[in-house]
């Protein structure tokens, strides 16, 4: 498992289009790194990357099952 920290992080929805019962979300995430990189194994932390500080700027798909209404 894998974790980090993320200050200011945002998500702007920029599209979003359904057909039938699925939907498609396109959105940016967006944020800064201030915390450290970690990397478990077999439950224990394997290591640990220092904060960079630095934006984070990238899109993303969702595709979204509906059912039931």
């Not at 039938?20 to 396109?26: A, F, K, P, S």
């Not at 700027?57 to 039931?68: A, C, M, P, S, T």
């Amino acid at each position: 498992m894998d974790a980090f920290r993320l200050s200011g992080l945002r998500f702007d929805v920029t599209d979003v289009a359904d057909a039938g019962d699925r939907v498609w979300v396109r959105l940016r995430m967006q944020g800064r790194r201030t915390g450290p990189f970690v990397k478990f194994r077999n439950g224990g932390l394997d290591h640990a990357i220092p904060p960079t500080g630095r934006e984070i700027d990238f899109e993303q798909i969702h595709v979204l099952g509906l059912r039931d209404g």
